[in-house]
């Protein structure tokens, strides 16, 4: 099995108290995210033990999940963090399992264990729960920010510039339009969101945390 | 946290004349109306000398009054516009000086329209000159502080001027000549000394408030000055009326001033209006990059938590682990991996100290590299920057909020020249511990480096990126340190930052890159 986790102390105590076990155990925590998969397909480990905040050069676990189930891994998510539904976008992106850091020392390995000899670590139920929550969790993303997905490119261009402060003028010289053009962008969406003036527009981006598309 | 002595390094971009400021409408306005009134107020007071046949006076005078009524009803109007924007009171007060200024002139045209000797008719005239009287009076009220605190609704103030200008027109009715007593006509009209005395007392009451009215104007650079200056229109245009006999060229050239002051107080009242807007627009955007400071000093404060959290997990488990497994299987164990177990126990023993001891808050330490080195990690500016800090560069601050400075100037230094190369540098001056984004994009003029973080241009519209730096530099300074840019010798510009230094480096080098 492998381990991927950015910190070393814990990681090297796992290992050891795996091999102690029985258990073939290799160690990854970089240098990138993409020789992190690369080794996964190389040395197909039955397990992957994967941390879920990864530092900064690792990025984010999750993204991990569905490359490493693709390479042929069974992949348990190792968290500290109590959000069930970034661990239901783990369980969607075939996770088979997932132990909490918080849990006691001994606990965290049995469960490994149970994982490597080919048990379930989570029941339908809790599977269905997590799945449920990330769903849960879009739903509201959408209702969210629903109301900002029928603006046009250009629309979500000058509303991002008003919430920069940016008036109707310096908007268009930017665009290379004429301020008409622009006030008929911003009559577009101040009819698109409901509202009826600038100010209540930038108030409900800010308040829906929208942000305009990179 | 102990202050340096000596100043910080940015101490030549801070005494380098600061900004200039936006350019100075109002008081040009303010100037130029002076000259235009005081230019009127010669022809007017010349067009007496001109023979004006007395129908074609008349035409002239209404349709001037006409003008005066229509300017002082758009006085009144923005006026209040005005107050709803800022809350100043004194532009209601001097609003409802404009709308009884617009009576008077109203009344006259209406007067001429009703000619004859109707009930209607006299009520005009009185109505007239009841409006005249007061308007100076409604002006007064703007000047007096006790009026101005007192929280009086737009409605209430319209009010009480409806009701002194239906008072007084029922008075002047009823006591004809009454209304030559608060005008200053009479000084040129009046033929006995007493009603000169009069004249000349009202005509000093109400040029006193014209100076009164300009000089705060000019020195607050909003609504008083243009309603001095049409106050002191009035008078001048009160003056020659009185030495008009019946429609001539004294009584144009008097509605002609008139007009010409009621026309300043409405282009002055929509100048005001806008600066008004202006100015509140400005405070949003202050409020909006103090705002945003204050929500990057949150979202580095639970990225802090939240990493200290998960070093805590990890350590901890990291030590129940090896307690656990010495203890269970200590006699399967080999040396080697007893002597790794037991590194694992002091190390995350001495893991766990440190993030106790650790105060990632405001009086934290920040090491240069440490912060350099997080936005060099960032996948954005991977291999875009080069970056040379000692690592013995450790300074007083908040190492999250300072990470975050350079993240916000290597941004802004990767747009102005996005296929160039970013450098950060880092280095003491003395008690101050400094660390420069040089970017290699166009350099910027010395108007724009004053502008975008000089201390004393803390407010005013910005670009998007501008207002990154605002907000970058508001965390250095709430740090005690500062934030300032100078030209990058052979082109481009240098973005520095400095933090009172913790310790005395010894030459320590070891670059992070």
């Given amino acids: 099995m492998l381990i991927v986790e950015d910190h070393e102390l814990l990681s090297g105590t796992l290992a050891l108290a795996l091999r102690q076990r029985g258990l073939e155990v290799g160690t990854l925590n970089g240098p990138a995210a993409e020789a992190v998969i690369e080794a996964a397909r190389q040395r197909a480990p039955a397990l992957v033990l994967l941390d879920l905040d990864l530092g900064p050069v690792l990025g984010d ?61 989570l029941t339908e139920e809790e599977r269905q729960s997590l799945l449920a929550e990330l769903r849960s969790r879009r739903r509201s993303d959408d209702e969210r920010l629903g109301p900002f997905a029928p603006l046009t490119p250009r629309e979500q261009a000058v509303l991002a510039g008003l919430m920069a402060g940016e008036p109707a003028e310096v908007i268009a010289q930017s665009a290379y339009v004429s ?29 829906a945390g929208w942000t305009p598309p990179s | 946290m102990s202050v340096p002595a000596t100043p910080p390094p940015s101490a030549a971009y801070r005494s380098a004349a600061p900004p200039s400021p936006p350019s100075d409408t109002a008081r040009r306005f303010l ?55 800022i809350g100043d009171r004194a532009a ?37 000159a009841a409006g005249t009287a007061l308007t100076p009076l409604l002006l007064a009220a703007g000047l007096l502080p006790s009026l101005l605190r007192r929280p009086l609704a737009p409605a209430a103030v319209t009010a009480v001027a409806v009701t002194a200008l239906i008072a007084a027109a029922v008075l002047m009715r009823t006591r004809p000549g009454l209304e030559s007593a608060f005008t200053v006509t009479q000084l040129t009209r009046a033929a006995s000394a007493p009603a000169v005395a009069a004249g000349l007392a009202v005509a000093a009451a109400w040029l006193a408030l014209a100076v009164a009215y300009c000089l ?37 050239g008097a509605a002609g001033l008139g007009a010409l002051g009621a026309l300043v107080a409405v282009a002055g009242s929509y100048l005001d209006l806008t600066r008004a807007y202006e100015d509140q627009t400005l405070e949003l955007s202050d409020s909006e990059i103090e705002a945003d400071a204050a929500e990057a000093r949150l979202r580095v404060r639970v990225a802090d938590l939240r990493a200290q959290r998960h070093d805590l997990i990890n350590a901890i488990t990291a030590i129940d ?76 601050g908040s190492q999250g909020e300072t990470a975050e400075v350079v993240r916000q100037l290597v941004e802004y230094a990767h747009r102005r020249g996005p296929d160039t190369r970013v450098t950060v540098r880092g280095e003491r001056d003395g008690e101050w511990v400094v660390l420069r ?35 970058a530099a508001r965390l250095m300074r709430a740090q005690g340190g500062d934030v300032w840019v100078e030209p990058r010798p052979g082109g481009g510009s240098s973005f520095g930052i400095c933090l009172p230094a913790l310790t005395e480096v010894d030459g320590e080098t070891g670059a992070a890159s």
């Fill in chain 1, 179 to 207: 301020v008409a053009t622009v006030r008929s962008q911003i009559r577009g969406i101040l009819r698109k969101l409901g509202v009826t003036s600038q100010l209540a527009a930038v108030a409900l981006a800010r308040d």
């Fill in chain 1, 61 to 121: 676990g999750v993204d991990l999940v569905r490359p490493l189930v693709e390479a042929g891994a069974r992949v348990v998510i190792m968290s500290g963090d109590g959000d069930r539904a970034r661990l239901g976008s783990c369980v969607e992106a075939g996770a088979s399992g997932v132990v909490s850091k918080a849990s006691t020392f001994d606990d965290l390995i049995a469960a490994v264990e149970r994982t490597a000899r080919g048990e379930q670590l």
């Fill in chain 2, 321 to 396: 682990g090896a307690a656990s497994t010495l203890e269970r299987e200590f006699n399967r164990l080999s040396e080697r991996d007893r002597q790794t177990l037991a590194r694992v126990l002091g190390s995350g023993t001495a893991r766990l100290r440190t993030l106790l001891s650790q105060d990632k808050g405001f009086d934290g330490q920040v090491s240069l590299a440490e912060a350099a080195a997080r936005v060099a990690e960032d996948p954005a500016w991977h291999r875009r920057l080069d970056v040379h800090v000692d690592a013995g560069l450790v300074a007083a």
């Fill in chain 2, 92 to 128: 209601l007060w001097v609003g409802a000086g404009a709308l009884l200024f617009a009576v008077a002139a109203g009344s006259r045209v209406g007067s001429v329209v009703l000619i004859g000797s109707s009930p209607s008719n006299r009520w005009l005239v009185a109505g007239g």
């Fill in chain 2, 437 to 471: 984004v040089e970017d290699r994009g166009p350099t910027l003029s010395r108007d724009v480096r004053r502008r975008l973080l000089h201390p004393d241009n803390g407010r005013g519209p910005e670009a998007d990126s501008d207002r990154g730096l605002r907000v």
């Fill in chain 2, 31 to 85: 100037f130029g109306a002076a000259l235009v009134i005081a230019a009127g107020a010669v022809v007017a007071g010349f067009a007496g000398r001109g023979e004006v046949e007395p129908g074609r006076a008349a035409h002239m005078g209404t349709a001037l009054d006409t003008i005066s009524a229509l300017c002082g009803a758009g006085v009144f109007v923005l006026t209040r516009a005005t107050w709803r924007q």
């Fill in chain 2, 216 to 252: 705060r104007g000019f020195a607050q650079r909003r609504l008083y000055g243009w309603a001095g200056l049409m106050l002191f229109a009035l008078t001048v245009s009160g003056l020659i009326a009185g030495a008009a006999r019946g429609p001539d060229g004294r009584a144009v």
